[in-house]
Each structure stands twice: as structure tokens, then as C-alpha cells.
């Protein structure tokens, strides 16, 4: 039988997580050296399995800062758009806190200035993939980079800045951290959990939006305090994140809201733009 377009895996690409030199886990003693002496990029195993249960192949694209000084002389700051053309959709991963800087802000604490460098990549990334009508995903920190690359702003600390709220991180917790959200009626992603008011999902931020982006819509919000777990654009093309991480629920456990739904309506987004309706 002859292999069709569609017997192909789709092909989503995965933002990069950077470990910086200065962070190097040395050997007490020991100089840092080897890979950890170098920038390196990294894709957490949850991310990429969550993709493959979902049918699709996770690929992770490496970071390049158009604006770094450190570019090599012979590789153009439009590389990134190599990626928007081949792959099919694009997920921005969690991890380091959004800079400040990035939303016109000046980090209130020395511990807050985010990571400027990822902001910048992943910006140029997302950009490159809408301006391609490809779909977006944004998990945790990437639900707050798209926020703030359409314009919002970030509280820098919940906890500081919005001191009636509950605990959306606590340490030592991580991913075991759990609270309640409440889905919008009439939303995208109440449809896709139709007699599910309220679900449990974990939350590990200490971020949150403070501004929602012009063009977004709230589609979930933890009861307790208000705050924003959800959004999706109303634009000519499907970008959309979640405060929570989804990678980390296991649909085994009862308690927790199984969320392949919302994977699967990703997913079908980009098979759509790839292969249209003939
Ligand atoms: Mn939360």
C-alpha cells in the first residue's frame, strides 16, 4: 500500500532549556570542565514523553540569541526560521523565570532577573512559527513568554505582588504541589473537558500574569485567587499554554485532571495545518 503524507509523525519542536557555564554541578575540588564548561541545551524527558505518548516525534531546537555578541561570525540571527519551515508545531518548554526586562520591568529582587537570553530565543522562535501559521503550546514558562512577547506583563513573585494569593510553589514539593483550577465556561478548553467544572493540576510557578496580553483569552483560572492557569489567542492561528505542566500528570492517577485531551487538540491543530482538508 502507498505510504501517504499522513503516516508521518508529526514533528514538533521543543525550546531548549540552557545550562549556563556559571551553573556548573563541579566535583568539590574539582575545576568545572568537560560539557559543563560549555553552554549546553537540554530537553527534560517528561516533555519528550509526553509528546511521544501523544503520537507525535519531539524534536528539541537549539538556542540562538539574535542578539547575542557571542553569535559566530557564519551563522545568520535567522536561523530559527530553518525550524519554523521543517517541523509542524512548536512547544516551549518550562524553566528559568521570564526577565523582567523582556515585559519594560526591572527585577524588584536581585534572585529575580529571569534568563533574558532564553526569553530573546524563544520570542524569535515563537514568532517564526505563527508567522508560519504553525501552532504553539506553551507550557508553564511558556504560557508567560507568550504572554509577554504579545504584550502582558508577569507578576515577578506571586507571593510579593499578589500577597492574598495561594501557594503556587513550594519547594521540595515540585511537581507533587497540586491545586485546584476552574475551567472558563464557553472556552476552548472547557469544550474539551465538557462536565468538568473544576479539576486538580499541579503548580509550580512562583510568576504568574499580571497583565493578560492583548488578543488572549482566559481559558482556566485557579478559583482560589483568581490567577490565570490558562490562556489561548484569538488570532488566525492556534497558540495557546497552560500555567500547569501536563507532562507531569499521569492519567493513571485519579486525582489529578487528565489532560491528553488538550494534547490531542494540539496535536489535531497542527496535523490541520499540515495537511488542509482537500
Ligand atoms: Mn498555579
Redesign the pocket.
Known sequence: MKSTHADKPLLIGVSARIHYPADSPGIPGMPFGGVWSKTVHYLEQSVAHWLLAGGAAPVMVPAVDSQSPQLRSDLSPGALQHYALALDGLVLQGGNDVAPQSYGEEPLHADWHGDRVRDLYEIDLLRAFVAAGKPVFGICRGLQLINVAYGGTLLQDINTQHPLARE?RVLGQYEKHL?SIEFVAGSRLAGLFPGVARATTN?I?HQGIKALAPGFAVEAR?PEDG?I?AIHWTGPSFVAGV??HPEFHDPANPHTLDDRPMLADFLAAVRRKREPAA
Do not use: N, P, Y
Request: aromatic residues 12%.
Open positions: 503556587h491545586h503548580s510557578h485557579c490567577l492557569e500555567q500547569w
